[in-house]
């Protein structure tokens, strides 16, 4: 019996385990590669709709999208209110979509959960959903939050629509709350305009 056969054997099996995760890491590239290109046209059609919205009032396409990808959608509505400034008539139709999605009922369940993460989470996509007919629900769940970094960023959404109710919201905010919460609120409204007295 040739004494190189387990060095040949065991050579082999390191080759194709090598081999193997070549094969698996270049499978794992590819379908990346993919995915990637795949939410890369899904964002560019959801931006698309969304600008057909607002300049043409033509929410057809918009509506589908926000059903299929409600997230997604809810993230670039977010982003580009950031960006541009838009009327309060520019903005009541496609928050009507979302709401009549369920997004904005979910989010607002979302900011009851157990889960600290659930509730950060809403709070965050919640921003351009802000609106005369959720202030109040948000308000309360501003008051009920016991994690300050989840209550500014409730309040950095509510500075984002200047409703009276938000700022009395924020105000009551204030009442027994850490020195760090209260430099950072304060630093906040100091930077709406016109700047908010306290």
């Known amino acids: 019996m040739d004494q190189r056969a387990p060095f040949v ?3 082999l099996l390191i080759f194709l385990c ?12 590819l379908v990346t590669k993919t995915n990637g290109k795949r939410q890369y046209r899904r964002k560019q059609m959801i931006r698309a709709a969304l600008a057909e919205a607002i300049f043409d009032t033509d929410t ?9 990808f ?3 959608s809810l993230i670039l509505w977010r982003d580009l209110q950031s960006a541009v400034s838009f009327h309060f008539d520019e903005i009541g139709p496609i928050n009507l979509i979302f709401r009549e999605a369920g997004v904005e009922k979910s989010l607002l369940r979302m900011l009851r959960s157990r889960l600290k993460l659930r509730r950060y989470e809403a709070a965050q996509l919640i921003r351009p959903l802000v609106s005369s007919t959720n202030i109040e629900t948000l308000v309360d769940a501003l ?3 016991k994690h300050e970094h989840i209550r500014m960023v409730l309040v950095k959404a509510f500075l984002a629509t200047s409703l009276p109710a938000g700022f009395d919201g924020i105000s009551r905010s204030l009442e027994k709350c850490s020195i ?6 304060c630093s906040m409204l100091e930077s709406v305009d016109p700047p908010f007295l306290y």
Request: positive net charge.
């Open 143 to 145: 008051e009920k939050e």
């Open 70 to 72: 409600p997230k997604i």
């Open 180 to 185: 760090g919460y209260f430099k950072s609120v």
């Open 9 to 11: 054997t065991a050579a």
């Open 18 to 29: 090598f081999l193997a995760l070549n094969v698996l890491t270049l499978t794992a590239l």
């Open 60 to 68: 057809s396409r918009l509506s589908g999208l926000v059903c299929r």
